[in-house]
């Protein structure tokens, strides 16, 4: 009955998102509140013992005996306060922390196979909400412990009343697993049906002028209806069985009170029992009864939780073959020299690179020049680690890119895309995440060409970037986007089609930016311009995921077909 409950929670443990000091005062604090609790049923009966008997003297010292238990219930239960809160806050941010790190560095099929609404819905809500198991889990322990010493108490003092509290406690368990299992189950499918809501939501807004243009408006909120039509199936499914635990449970264990009342006002009445005796059976009873349906509410959150873990291991433990491993190769004083041995690629049962070979020189312009799909980004992708070649060596100053550690690979090959990125924040903050010197910024900001304009702007480098940066043109978006690239500092710089979208001006700008770079970066450039090719070093040719050409511009136009067709 309570393995479903083991793994749920050992699943949990298996995150790491724990300290250990704080789950020890947890588990300490809930133990000695729920064994603190035990002493008052028995105090009660001995201050009604001897009130009964006139005995007023120490009446009154039990009196005095169990206001310190309660007080001693009291100071446990801020104990345990202290503890949870402490302990909660360390695994609520050491689980977000653990999931941004898992995000940031998975392939790019995390995010085909683990949609952006399922990560931020579980970063989120659930993090939030799986961060008390370890409270919960020590509190069922707890209680459950409380549980079983006050049954054996009710045992010695009356077998058969003891027996009856333990079949109905065995009873009641049993029914709410059941219908808890069943509640877990439309538990996930309505949150299967959130995300579909939410990520539908998020299109609508993304794609809101598609919509008003196309008129889809109709079409859109029927499928948005059926999700919803979904959801609200499985949540009153979900509430059907959360009501019956609800229901059953406490009227089982009321129907056993008021048979226990009956077995004790029986024996009173037989001269077996006397009051005191009474209150103490009550008074444990009672306790058994809340104890229980704490116990109870404890199992239903860690069931309730089942989903929540199950979507966070999900992202955790994410695995594909492609998945890369980062060696520990930790030396730092990269030239930039790149080598493609025999490298091939298979995507999704395509070979997308078929046996490509080159080498770069450090401190050299290389152009990567081919029709569209012919295998260009993905050479990209295969440098910065974001797939794992099938067969083939790629090199970096002669060491596979593979043994590298995250840190030093991450901070020598960086790359400005064709639609770069800016987060809506201040100027200075977008490139602080990089770099947080400001003199550091302005250098980048001047090598960029950007930092006139900056300057020319009212708040300045503290001027608030706007909904990805559209406050600015394409062409500043993208110079800001190389500063924050220089900033890394990296040797090799990957630039993907920087230049297609933007103006001549700025395209001549980004040109002769280029020509300064070259004197210390290896820089790779994804280009069709004409105008680029003619600047590089070298230019390598790719059609259909082979290298056809590699040379200088004039070489090839004069031997290459496949660069003359580029050209034309």
């Not at 040109?511 to 300064?516: A, G, N």
Request: glycine share 4%; net charge positive; with cysteine.
């Amino acid at each position: 009955m309570f393995k479903r409950y083991y793994l749920i929670v050992k699943k949990f443990f298996s995150f790491g998102a724990n300290n250990k000091k704080l789950l020890f005062h947890l588990f300490f604090s809930a133990f000695l509140r729920s064994l603190s609790l035990l002493l008052i049923p028995f105090t009660a009966s001995m201050i009604v013992k001897y009130a009964a008997i006139s005995d007023f003297n120490r009446a009154i010292i039990w009196i005095l005996i169990f206001l310190i238990s309660s007080l001693i219930y009291v100071l446990f239960h801020h104990y345990n306060f202290v503890a949870y809160s402490n302990s909660s806050i360390f695994t609520h941010n050491k689980l977000q922390q653990l999931i941004l790190n898992k995000v940031t560095t998975y392939d790019e099929n995390f995010s085909k196979e683990i949609s952006t609404p399922y990560i931020v819905n579980t970063a989120f809500n659930d993090v939030g909400n799986v961060m008390k198991i370890p409270d919960i889990t020590f509190d069922a322990i707890a209680e459950a412990i409380n549980i079983i010493v006050a049954i054996a108490i009710l045992m010695k003092v009356n077998f058969i009343i003891g027996l009856l509290s333990l079949v109905l406690n065995i009873i009641s368990l049993y029914t709410s697993a059941k219908n808890m299992e069943k509640k877990e189950f439309y538990l996930a499918g309505q949150r299967k049906y959130q995300d579909s809501i939410s990520g539908l939501m998020g299109q609508i807004i993304d794609g809101n002028k598609e919509i008003k243009s196309f008129n889809m408006k109709d079409d859109i909120s029927g499928y948005l209806e059926n999700y919803k039509k979904q959801w609200r199936k499985n949540y009153f499914k979900k509430r059907k069985y959360n009501d019956n635990v609800y229901v059953f449970v406490p009227a089982i264990l009321g129907f056993g009170k008021i048979l226990i009342y009956l077995i004790s006002i029986y024996l009173i009445l037989g001269d077996k029992y006397n009051v005191a005796t009474l209150v103490l059976i009550i008074g444990y009873y009672e306790n058994i009864q809340t104890e229980f349906s704490k116990f109870f509410n404890k199992l239903n959150d860690i069931s309730g939780n089942t989903t929540r873990v199950d979507r966070i291991y999900k992202i955790l433990n994410y695995k594909t073959k492609n998945m890369l491993d980062f060696g520990k190769n930790d030396n730092d004083m990269i030239n930039g020299k790149i080598e493609f041995k025999n490298v091939s690629f298979t995507y999704e049962k395509q070979e997308v690179i078929k046996n490509v070979s080159f080498k770069i020189q450090p401190k050299s312009f290389i152009a990567i020049v081919g029709k569209s799909g012919s295998g260009k980004s993905t050479i990209f992708r295969l440098l910065l680690r974001l797939y794992k070649a099938n067969q083939g060596d790629i090199l970096l100053d002669n060491e596979n890119i593979y043994e590298y550690s995250k840190d030093v690979y991450s901070s020598n090959v960086a790359i400005v895309t064709q639609k770069p990125f800016i987060f809506d924040m201040s100027i200075r903050e977008n490139l602080s995440l990089v770099d947080s010197n400001h003199q550091h910024q302005i250098e980048a900001c001047k090598r960029a060409g950007i930092h006139d304009y900056i300057m020319s702007l009212k708040d300045g480098y503290n001027t608030k970037m706007i909904s990805d940066a559209e406050n600015i043109s394409s062409g500043q978006k993208q110079l800001i986007a190389l500063a924050r690239t220089l900033l890394s500092k990296s040797e090799v710089l990957l630039f993907d089609e920087v230049t297609s979208t933007l103006d001549i001006n700025t395209s001549k700008k980004i040109m002769k930016i280029l020509k300064d770079l070259k004197k210390d970066h290896t820089i790779l450039m994804i280009t069709h311009k004409p105008q680029l090719m003619k600047l590089a070093d070298e230019i390598i040719v790719i059609d259909h995921g082979r290298l056809v050409g590699n040379g200088k511009h004039k070489e090839l136009l004069k031997n290459n077909k496949y660069y003359q067709v580029l050209q034309k």
